[in-house]
């Protein structure tokens, strides 16, 4: 039978969320992380487990079909890989720091400093944008570490919360792009992997939905429902239940995490009470 082969990372900081995705879009695997290979138990995929730098090229190479890894590590590592979705996890941003103590006159700063990174290929094509001359150094760990021992004046590194910059005392100065974890894959898919592949991004899409939604109960006066309803996104539109008291009914809609406090205190002000907020487990439209 055919399978999508799957490359995850191993461990690490997306080994989690990438195993908990694929259990919440309902992929069970018969043997755990343990191994460098999983079989779906419920759904025709193998998971191929490895560090995240070598997932690029088992994709191109066509030893996997897809895998989940970090937007910068596609930029870094590839130019063939198409992104197939965005997963909405390990956030963050690839950035330029420099010693807290020089004063940063914009990107012509760097001319002719000695940057350290991991990423030298992302940092070159931002250079040769901003028309900057500047020594790239390729070091793999610790890049943190480099200005202060005296390697490199810059450093061009992942920041997350920014406090691995603040204590090796160094400032954030250039966002040069920001990343999340993705889904990518090659370019010669079988008609049949590609099936399969389209069925797990029904169930990724249905699922992240979810995750970025809140299903919400509330009792409303029946005066005031054409204020709360006009407040509501929803999907459609509300749904709306008579209370068995007189005069009051009961809404329920869905609201989406990023206008969430906002909508909520506006419902407040509208005359909701009883809000209730729910998580939602799957959201197909
Ligand atoms: O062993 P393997 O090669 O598979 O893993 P790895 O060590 O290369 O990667 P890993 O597990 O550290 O990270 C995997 C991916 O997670 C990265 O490629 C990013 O896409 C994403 N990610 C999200 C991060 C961070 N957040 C992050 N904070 N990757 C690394 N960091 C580092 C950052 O470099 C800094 O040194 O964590 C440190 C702490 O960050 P602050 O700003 O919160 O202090
Ligand atoms: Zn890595």
Known sequence: MVKLRIAIQKSGRLSEKSLQLLSDCGINLSNG???????????PVEILFLRDDDIPGYIE???ADVGILGENVVLEKSTELKILSRLNFARCRMSIAIPRSEEYTGPQYLKGKRIATSYPKILQNYLDQNNIKADIHEILGSVEIAPSIGLAGAIFDIVSTGSTLLSNGLKEVEIVLKSEAVLVGGNNMTEEKQQILDKMLFR???????RTNRYVLLNAPNENLDKIVSILP?????TIVPLAEEGWSAVHSVIGEERFWDII???????AQGLLVIPIEKMVL
């Open 61 to 63: 190479d066509g030893v």
């Open 204 to 210: 990724m899409n249905a699922v992240m939905k979810a």
């Open 234 to 238: 929803g999907m459609k539109s509300p």
């Open 33 to 43: 992380s343990r191994t460098l290979l999983a079989a779906g138990k419920n759904f």
């Open 265 to 271: 205190d506006q419902l407040k002000e509208a005359g």
